[in-house]
Every structure is written in structure tokens, then in C-alpha cells.
């Protein structure tokens, strides 16, 4: 995968890094989404997915009709363009045909759909590849190399560890700290953390799957992969977040206009000793990539009224040449986005009242 530290980034201070690190929990909390185990009702040291939705919404308020993580985000829609790479890897459709209909989000790791955009220095990019056989790839991916944790459990006390005192309406600045000094597994997705900046486009990012999956072949034969997204023919040099609250989507606008923005799609064949089913662990040392094709962006629309409003980015929706790990924040993601999908519908005529209310 990607690493997205550079040598050239001065690293932070030990106060700086303390209190991005107070407030990293919150943005990572809204990351991969609210985590919790499918059908985790009948033990109670099971974690339901109310329970981090819940979370969620003490940690970043209740914003009526938008989605409970990732809350401020712009729809996009193109096609992949196939390569051979990964043909002999995968018989899923969208690896064959010339041509595959993708529709997506950009958006921001938080709950708030007010936030600036320079609040946080992750991105977050989410796909739903339509194959012509009527099957689905969908697919969430952020601009971190890798998860801090690697289990729901984990997650949640991540999330309660950015919870806001009630004294104070904020988190505790030394219960992140704490959290992390708890949990070792974190010390790469820190080790990002420490040179992090936002950037200033989502067209510029690379864009981590994270999660581990497989692709099976015609003849059944599996290979365990973690796929990403590199942008190409575009301006990647390294730029500082402008001043004001949305000048990424302005900015992706701005882009189109200029014509399409393109990424390669990686996939990393993992090696024998690779950890499949952890999130939070590197694939160190060398590793065959496959260029598997072309993401090609052509068009964006607003995130209340374009095509990518109503489509829940469950990453364990996949067409037949695509299985899941065993990851278990997958299982998690899956369940706690359902969650999360039927509060927000459910909420739509209280989001028109606010959007027309809003309106000069």
C-alpha cells in the first residue's frame, strides 16, 4: 500500500503531537464508520451496531439526514477501464469488460458535515462498480496506509476515549494519549499521524482499501490482496490546505471542468506471512502489485441530490471473483453502515426542512 509519510515533513512536537493525537480519535472514529459485530445480540460482550452509531453521535452531534461518519462529502461518477493484470487473479466481471459504470463519494472522516476541510488530514474515497451482470463491487477507501486498531472492541474504546467530558464539551486530552499507550498495534498508523497534513484536493490523494480480501480465479484458485488507488496525469505535488471550509469540492469542480481526473487501481498480492485479517498491520518488505485498470472521474453533483446519496458503501457487498477475509472490522463496517443508513433515510424530510430553511 501507499505510504504517505515523507522525509521532507518536519515531524510535530511532543505538545502538537499530543493534541492531534487528543483529536485523531474522533476523525479515525468516523473513518471506517461505527464498528460492531453482526448478530451481537444475545452476548453482552459483544458490541451491537446502535451501540458505536450511538457513539458516534456523542462524539460529533446529531446531524439529521447525513450520514453518520464521513458526513461532508461530494458524489462523483465514471467508469474503470480493465487491464490484464488481474484476470488471471479474478474472474469478477469488472477485470474482463472494457468498461465498467462507477458511481462515488469523496468525503471528510467526520461526523460533521459542517466541518472545514483543512479540520482533518485524512480523505476518504468510496466506490460502487456496477457490472453488467447486474453484480456489485463496493468499496470504501481512505488516504491512511493502514487502521490504528485491529478489532471492533478496540475501536469502540478509541471512540469513548475521544468522547467529550461533559464539563468541558471536550474529549480529555490525556485520555488519547492513554489509549494509545495501551495499544501497541497503533504504532504504525501513529508513526503516519506524526507528518499527516491535509491536503489540498481530493484529486491529488492516494486512496488505501486497508482491509484484506481475496480474489478467486475461474478455477477457484485464491489469493489474498489489499487494493488502493493511485491518481495519474494530475498535479501531485505536495500543496498546503487553503484557507476556508470547502475548497475541496470546489476544487474537484474546478478539475472537472479541465476534464477527467484519473488513479490506477493497485492490487498487492499479499505474501505467504502477510496478516491477512488485520487492519492495522504493514505488509512489509517487497510485493507483487498488479495494475489492474483505470479509474477515470468525469462528473460530480452534490452530495443531498446526486446518485451517490442513497447507496450505502457496505465493503461486504461483492460480485462472484471477490471474498472477504476474515477481517473483523468488515463483518463490523457492514453491519453498523446498515445501522446507520436506516437512521439517516429516515431523517430526509427533516434534512429538506433544514436545506430550504438555509436557503436565502
Known sequence: MVDHSSPSRRPLGRASLLLRLAAIGVVVGAVAGAFAYVNGTLDPQRLRPKTLVNALETNNGVHPGYRRNHSKGVCVAGYFESGPAARAYSSAQVFHEARTPVIGRFALPSGNPYAPDSSVPIRSLALQFSQANGQQWRTGMNSMPVFPVGTPEAFYQMLKAGAPDPATGKPNPASMPAFFASHPEAAPFLAWV??????????????????????????????????GVVPISQDTKEAAAPAGADFLQQDLEQRLLAGPVRWQLLITLANPA?????????????????????LVLDSSQPQLSGDCRDINFDPLILPSGIEASNDPLLAAR??????????????????????????P
Open 194 to 227: 506524526k507528518t499527516a497534513k491535509p491536503s489540498a484536493s481530493y484529486a491529488t490523494e492516494s486512496y488505501n482499501g486497508i482491509n484484506g480480501f481475496y480474489l478467486i480465479n475461474a478455477n477457484g484458485q485464491r489469493q489474498a490482496v489489499r487494493w
Open 274 to 294: 502477510d496478516p491477512v485479517d488485520d487492519a492495522s498491520k504493514v505488509w512489509a518488505g517487497e510485493h507483487t502489485v498488479l495494475n489492474a485498470g483505470t
Open 334 to 359: 457492514s453491519a453498523a453502515y446498515a445501522s446507520s443508513y436506516l437512521r439517516r433515510t429516515g431523517e430526509v424530510s427533516q434534512l429538506h426542512n433544514a436545506v430550504q430553511e438555509s436557503k
